[in-house]
């Protein structure tokens, strides 16, 4: 490291407080030799204070060296310092008189700095090494001092010590506290932020929604007309004229339309589901064999691994299909025409419950990096232009969103994509015990005026689908109030306590 690099550390690890030991280390410095200059010592005692600054002088040159080097072990570096500098003190005690040296003053200043630094005990600690560093400065000498003027002097080492001590310790907790709040401060700052952010996004999405949906009920009816009048001309006109292939590339075209309507009209509206118990599996296994002429025709390996066959989740069968439809689809296209496609259940525990997790696995092209946090959103889309809406992997997170899920991606490029679904897991044994709007009593079941996605399937889990542990927006009641489900007395009792 470069010294301006490492100039650039020191300073970010130096405080005012440093600044201010630096200058006061300086002041007694050259305090010292002015007074040493325009003082009447006799040579010897002279020489020998001139060499305890030059001493202090080097072994301060030393220390600064090391928080130069090491800023972030500052505090140790300082206690090292503490030694040399009793040591310095003791040796202008011993060399200007003993006990009748003025020279002992330098204790309190040790002891009130350190203590002010290093808190209460450290304080009283160096008080008392403080009195026996004097002590032997004065060699022992009570017949130069009475033992009550050294007990009186030595008292207020600690006079200092406590009141500075418990000073410093309120300020440090005082401090300690409004960095706390400075940092939750500044990520309720981010939070709101984010919210306001999402809350924007969300109102142009309803207004876009709002719009587009309105267009394509208006664009659907001629367009059907046209399409009506194309497949008529088709059937009529002769083989290998013009008119046939004008007629076939019309009934084309207006296809590709009728199924860019159909995804914005299903990503626009407010889908009915219909949640009922069911096994995954079964789901899953349905809608492969939907594809398997596809597969056979493409030359692509299925492999298939059902580890939740016993398990069940509230479903609705259509929806949860079309997602599986579209996450296939999308596999097909990233092997192109050629591959090993891996589909697999299995029981996971995330947020603190079971979720049944669904992988669909597939070893295309991979998604890069910087695209994967784009891939849900509305309209994107990396295939040709006039192939597919960008519309399939939003609408698999809507209908996973309706089913309090989640989807987490994974992806390599060149390597391929795993897209994993996860469903609440429902056990029999947990639907007739207490919900969370019956343990707190927060009125959700009589209040159609107020949403939460954990009313009425997801009582026993509701953190994970409506509070703070869910991957989506919080709308759990008690869940907005607290911020932090971890301190919900349901969530203790079932599953932290196990309980209820």
């Given at each position: 490291m470069n010294l301006r690099a490492q100039w650039s550390l020191a300073r970010k690890n130096l405080e005012s407080t440093d600044v201010g030991f630096f200058l006061l280390r300086v002041t007694v410095f050259l305090g010292g030799l002015g007074w040493l200059v325009f003082s009447s010592l006799p040579p010897q005692e002279f020489s020998a204070v001139l060499n305890i600054y030059i001493y202090y002088f080097?072994?301060?040159?030393?220390?600064?060296?090391?928080?130069?080097?090491?800023?972030?072990?500052?505090?140790?570096?300082?206690?090292?310092?503490?030694?040399?500098?009793?040591?310095?003190?003791?040796?202008?005690?011993?060399?200007?008189?003993?006990?009748?040296?003025?020279?002992?003053?330098?204790?309190?200043?040790?002891?009130?700095?350190?203590?002010?630094?290093?808190?209460?005990?450290?304080?009283?600690?160096?008080?008392?090494?403080?009195?026996?560093?004097?002590?032997?400065?004065?060699?022992?000498?009570?017949?130069?001092?009475?033992?009550?003027?050294?007990?009186?002097?030595?008292?207020?080492?600690?006079?200092?010590?406590?009141?500075?001590?418990?000073?410093?310790?309120?300020?440090?907790?005082?401090?300690?506290?409004?960095?706390?709040?400075?940092?939750?401060?500044?990520?309720?700052?981010?939070?709101?932020?984010?919210?306001?952010?999402?809350?924007?996004?969300?109102?142009?999405?309803?207004?876009?929604?709002?719009?587009?949906?309105?267009?394509?009920?208006?664009?659907?009816?001629?367009?059907?007309?046209?399409?009506?009048?194309?497949?008529?001309?088709?059937?009529?006109?002769?083989?290998?004229?013009?008119?046939?292939?004008?007629?076939?590339?019309?009934v084309s075209e207006v296809d590709k339309l009728e199924k860019t309507l159909k995804d914005v009209l299903i990503f626009s509206r407010d889908a009915r589901f219909y949640l009922e118990l069911a096994h995954l599996d079964d789901v899953v296994d349905s809608s492969l064999k939907e594809f398997s002429a596809i597969f056979e025709e493409q030359n692509i390996e299925v492999k298939k691994d059902y580890r939740a066959a016993q398990c069940k989740a509230l479903l609705d069968r259509d929806q949860v299909k079309q997602a599986l439809y579209n996450f296939i689809i999308n596999a097909l296209d990233a092997m192109s025409g050629k591959g090993t496609l891996i589909v697999r259940t299995?029981?996971?525990?995330?947020?603190?419950?079971?979720?049944?997790?669904?992988?669909?696995?597939?070893?295309?092209?991979?998604?890069?990096?910087?695209?994967?946090?784009?891939?849900?959103?509305?309209?994107?889309?990396?295939?040709?232009?006039?192939?597919?809406?960008?519309?399939?992997?939003?609408?698999?997170?809507?209908?996973?969103?309706?089913?309090?899920?989640?989807?987490?991606?994974?992806?390599?490029?060149?390597?391929?994509?795993?897209?994993?679904?996860?469903?609440?897991?429902?056990?029999?044994?947990?639907?007739?015990?207490?919900?969370?709007?019956?343990?707190?009593?927060?009125?959700?079941?009589?209040d159609r005026e107020r949403t939460c996605s954990a009313y009425p399937n997801f009582g026993r889990v509701c953190w994970a689908v409506a509070g703070t542990f869910s991957e989506g927006k919080v709308q759990g009641i008690y869940a907005q109030k607290i911020k932090d489900c971890r301190q919900c007395p349901f969530y203790q009792e079932v599953a932290v306590r196990k309980s209820v």
């Open positions: 080097f072994y301060n040159f030393f220390i600064y060296v090391l928080i130069f080097l090491k800023p972030q072990k500052i505090r140790r570096i300082y206690f090292l310092g503490l030694v040399f500098d009793l040591l310095f003190v003791f040796l202008l005690v011993k060399n200007t008189g003993g006990f009748e040296s003025n020279f002992y003053l330098g204790f309190y200043l040790l002891t009130a700095l350190n203590t002010f630094y290093y808190g209460l005990a450290c304080g009283i600690g160096l008080a008392a090494v403080s009195s026996l560093v004097y002590l032997a400065g004065g060699s022992f000498d009570f017949e130069a001092i009475q033992w009550t003027d050294y007990a009186l002097r030595v008292s207020f080492l600690f006079l200092i010590a406590v009141p500075l001590g418990f000073l410093s310790e309120k300020l440090r907790a005082d401090k300690t506290k409004i960095e706390s709040l400075h940092c939750e401060l500044e990520k309720s700052i981010f939070d709101l932020s984010k919210t306001q952010q999402r809350l924007v996004e969300s109102e142009k999405l309803s207004a876009l929604g709002r719009l587009t949906a309105d267009v394509a009920h208006e664009i659907r009816n001629p367009l059907t007309g046209v399409g009506g009048f194309a497949r008529r001309l088709y059937k009529i006109a002769s083989d290998g004229t013009k008119e046939k292939e004008y007629a076939e590339l019309i299995y029981i996971e525990f995330l947020n603190d419950i079971d979720y049944i997790a669904v992988d669909i696995c597939d070893n295309g092209k991979g998604i890069p990096a910087e695209n994967i946090k784009l891939i849900f959103e509305p309209f994107y889309s990396t295939k040709a232009i006039g192939v597919g809406t960008g519309l399939g992997l939003s609408i698999c997170k809507k209908i996973m969103d309706e089913h309090s899920g989640m989807i987490k991606v994974r992806s390599k490029l060149n390597e391929g994509s795993t897209f994993t679904l996860y469903f609440p897991l429902q056990r029999e044994e947990d639907r007739g015990k207490i919900k969370c709007w019956q343990y707190r009593g927060c009125g959700i079941e009589n």
